[in-house]
């Protein structure tokens, strides 16, 4: 993720990448990119940006270390 904080907008993202992490493990950030990247081939914009959060929500929640400041 170099290094940089990302964003989650919305909870659908969260709930979504929940799913795959449950289905693929590991791979669930895999899993995303590649439907991501399904879409973008497609020309679907709308449905790439989507898959992209859900890439990036499971990439967070994958993380063994805590990121960004505690409240």
């Known amino acids: 993720m170099g290094g940089h904080m990302q964003i989650i ?5 969260v709930e979504e990448a929940t799913l795959l992490i449950t ?10 990119a590649t439907r991501a990247d399904r879409f973008r081939n497609a020309g679907d914009l709308s449905q790439f940006c989507r898959w992209r959060q859900i890439e990036r929500a499971v990439e967070l929640l994958q993380l063994e270390d805590v990121v960004g400041e505690l409240h």
């Open 9 to 13: 907008d919305g909870r659908t993202s």
């Open 23 to 32: 289905a693929f493990g590991e791979d669930a950030v895999i899993e995303a």
